[in-house]
């Protein structure tokens, strides 16, 4: 979809919101809260989540973190002004609030705040029970400050907590209280970046499974530690070298084998690809360990392998 970048402000250091309008006015696709979208900018494709009220779809917000290590992407998107015209995608949901919970406890930290706000506008409007707890370095590091403290009648995020400038061990003693126990029916929903993710995952190891939310943003890089496999796609026959500077996508899209990717950071799971022989190197953020152990199926974008040569299903 083409939109314009009708509105940019800056939200906390660093972060820039945009505000994206359909060129003729017309309503956006809908979405639900939690849903993300990928950006085409300067060459590359990058996933942001929708932090606007999912019942408003005259436009969608994003908010941008200016990432110091950016590959090209945040920073392209800080370089928009008001008024250009940029290609996104429809929104896509792998965050959405479960049906039938009865309260929400939604953690983020830093740049990770963005889907929570959009679940916040859905779950006022069910009128369902939430605490937001929001971690950033300091106040000018809070993004959408002025959402999260607004406090008129329409619109009371009055359960929103902050926790501001704390290091490691306070920010764990934070969640451990949190987290201490899962209350029946609630659900706990978090974003933000890699450790503090860990943190969270760690903290909720007794929780029911099916209670527990997250979304990771961004990727730690992966450490290469193999000189290369062969990948066979097994629908073609064609017999693909992977070399160590290179991901799987990459080598077989260059092969002429066509792999749908998009974060191409093991995040979003668009890639998913079943494994019929040989044993992958799970690299991704989107399975889960048990389904990792069953090494059936892999995220190629940024997983590789310990066998010399891998049969997948492409
Ligand atoms: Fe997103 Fe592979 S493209 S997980």
Not at 32 to 40: F, L, N
Not at 114 to 120: G, N, Q
Not at 131 to 150: C, G, K, M, P, V
Request: proline share 4%.
């Amino acid at each position: 979809m083409d939109v314009i970048v009708e509105k940019i402000t800056e939200e906390a250091t660093d972060i820039k919101s945009l505000r994206l309008v359909s060129p003729v006015g017309a309503a956006l696709p809908s979405f639900e809260a939690g849903a993300h979208i990928d950006v085409h900018v300067g060459g590359t494709t990058r996933q942001y989540s929708l932090c606007s009220d999912p019942a408003d779809t005259s436009a969608y917000l994003i908010g941008v973190k200016l990432e110091a290590q950016s590959r090209g992407g945040s920073k392209a998107v800080h370089a928009l002004k008001e008024g250009d015209h940029l290609e996104i995608s429809a929104p896509r949901n792998l965050f959405a609030l479960a049906a039938g919970s009865d309260s929400a406890l939604l953690i983020g930290a830093g740049i990770g705040i963005t889907p929570l706000i959009a679940m916040m506008y859905q779950l006022k409007a069910q009128n369902k029970a939430f605490t937001l707890h929001y971690f950033a370095r300091s106040q000018d590091h809070i993004a959408f400050s002025e959402t999260l403290l607004r406090t008129d009648a329409e619109l009371d995020f009055g359960r929103v907590h902050f926790h501001l400038g704390l290091d490691a061990p306070a920010t764990g003693g934070q969640l451990d209280q949190l987290l201490a126990r899962p209350e029946n029916g609630q659900h706990v929903y978090f974003c933000g970046p890699g450790p503090f993710m860990e943190a969270i995952r760690q903290r909720c190891e007794d929780w029911p499974k099916d209670a527990v939310h997250f979304e990771y943003f961004s990727a730690e890089p992966v450490e290469v530690t193999d000189e290369g496999f062969e990948v066979i796609a097994a629908r073609s026959g064609k017999r693909v070298w992977v070399g160590p500077e290179q991901s799987i996508t990459d080598a077989l899209n260059a092969a002429g084998v066509e792999v749908c990717v998009s974060c191409e950071q093991g995040i979003c799971g668009t890639c998913l690809t079943a494994v019929l022989n040989g044993t992958p190197i799970h690299n991704d953020m989107f399975l889960n360990d048990a389904e990792k152990a069953k090494n059936d199926q892999m995220l190629p974008c940024i997983s590789r392998a310990s066998s010399r040569t891998l049969t997948l299903n492409i």
